[in-house]
């Protein structure tokens, strides 16, 4: 009621919650800052955003509370993780139910939370994605999704897009093309990224590229259903098909939507034609849904199916699980049976909690994914004309609530499409920033 009722009636103001959090009991923030600094890993120093950074005590649905008693609107969800919503009382009730009756045990034996949990999550797939593999995390469902495809298809390289994310693991990182992901290691063998075709900072865009509310400001002469960019992009792509790769391939590794790469969006046909490029070399083409899926775009429950394409596997994790540690890839049984012949074991993949709490995420019913619609819509609407009043906003692009608000230091710039250079991934970071807005 409260988000329908800001869309409704703008306002500088938070709606108000009657929702009280307890009162922070526990160490002194300096304290906390000081063991963070000594004792914690420096990479979390690293991440600790702000000046000033906010310490988090409390969450209920879409709002947190900092150990002052602040309460803020949370428009990251703990990295596009909490799909609905921080203490839902249907999760935490499902959650509380099975840690009293079993927390552990693992998938080599029979516990029902599984097998229900399973049935569920292929219902909502098409045929024939029926075969379930859980994991702990997305890294670990990308990193089992390459071995099964190099197993299913016989063959080893792997193509991506420019500024994808798929894991930090030592396999997945060859599959992330993302220099800050990067380490001066061995990683990632037979690994190959071909140009993003993004179609605001790439090199050929439009105003009729993107399956969104909103285009970008570059313009273009385009007929009607035709993407002049779109055909310029896959030309790429078959150029490294002939350049850079044998004649068979393993698979393609591709975002629905580019989500840490700063939700980009490609021309509406970019997808499918390259799904058929990549079958025809022999690859199988896997869907990374661990940003888009379970109705964060609102216009479909995966983010696949806005491209019109049927992916051979699909992996997912953040909102699987509300922001309990878990993942899955999902694929078919001629995929799955190469698999089989060696011995596969993952310690606390499927375990009773997980599947338990991933359960009853699909079953809560608050329309989640129509409210990703409405309010998403919204948002890029009003933040369009943002971008169309101030020079600092470059473009605002997404669908659902997976939405991009990209600054520029060059507006002008941007519109007219003379980059310093055409990579836009070596651009000194002061050249553009994006922002992703992954409330759900």
């Known amino acids: 009621m409260c988000q329908k009722a800001a869309v409704k009636h703008p306002s500088s103001q938070m709606p108000p919650c009657d929702y009280k959090p307890d009162s922070y009991q526990g160490m002194s923030k300096e304290r906390l800052l000081e063991i963070r600094k000594q004792n914690c890993h420096p990479m979390t120093m690293k991440v600790t955003y702000y000046r000033q950074p906010v310490f988090i005590h409390q969450g209920h649905m879409q709002w947190l509370w900092d150990v002052d008693g602040k309460r803020y609107l949370d428009l990251f ?35 029902p939370q599984i097998q229900e ?87 050929w865009g439009g105003s009729h590229c993107r399956d969104s509310p909103v285009q970008t400001i570059r313009e273009c002469n385009c007929s009607a259903g035709h993407c002049q960019a779109n055909d310029r992009y896959i030309e790429q792509l078959k150029e490294m098909f002939d350049t850079t790769v044998p004649h068979r391939i393993a698979a393609f590794f591709g975002e629905p939507i580019q989500g840490v790469g700063g939700a980009v969006q490609y021309p509406k046909n970019y997808l499918k034609e390259t799904y058929k490029l990549v079958r025809e070399k022999g690859g199988i083409c896997i869907a990374d849904e661990v940003q888009t899926g379970f109705g964060r775009t609102g216009s479909h429950f995966w983010g696949f199916q806005g491209h019109d394409i049927i992916p051979d596997m699909v992996t997912m994790a953040k909102g699987i699980a509300n922001g309990f540690p878990m993942g899955a890839v999902v694929t078919t049984e001629e995929i799955a049976r190469p698999f089989g012949k060696g011995l596969h074991f993952n310690t606390f993949g499927g375990n009773p909690v997980a599947c338990a709490i991933a359960s009853s995420v699909l079953d809560v019913k608050d329309r989640l994914q129509e409210n990703c619609a409405m309010v998403g819509t919204y948002l890029l609407t009003e933040l369009a004309k943002l971008r169309d009043k101030y020079e600092i906003i470059g473009d ?45």
């Open 396 to 440: 605002v692009r997404g669908k659902g609530l997976q939405i991009g608000v990209e600054m520029v230091t060059d507006k002008v710039r941007e519109r007219n499409h003379t980059p310093p250079n055409t990579n836009k991934y070596q651009k000194s970071k002061s050249d553009s920033m994006t922002c992703a807005i992954n409330f759900m």
């Open 117 to 203: 949990y399973a049935e569920k999550l292929v219902s909502l797939l098409p045929e024939p994605l029926k075969v379930v593999y859980l994991t702990n995390s997305g890294s670990e469902a990308n990193d089992l999704a390459m071995l099964m495809a190099r197993l299913h298809t016989g063959n080893y390289d792997i193509i991506t897009l420019r500024g994808s994310y798929h894991g930090g693991s030592p396999m997945t990182m060859g599959l992330t093309s993302r220099t800050d992901y990067k380490y001066p290691v061995a990683s990632g063998f037979g690994c190959h990224n071909t140009m993003c075709p993004d179609v605001f900072r790439g090199v």
């Open 77 to 111: 969800a703990g990295v596009a993780t909490v799909s609905v919503g921080h203490c839902h009382p249907r999760v935490n009730e499902a959650a509380v139910k099975q840690l009293k009756h079993l927390w552990h045990t693992t998938a080599i034996y029979i516990h």
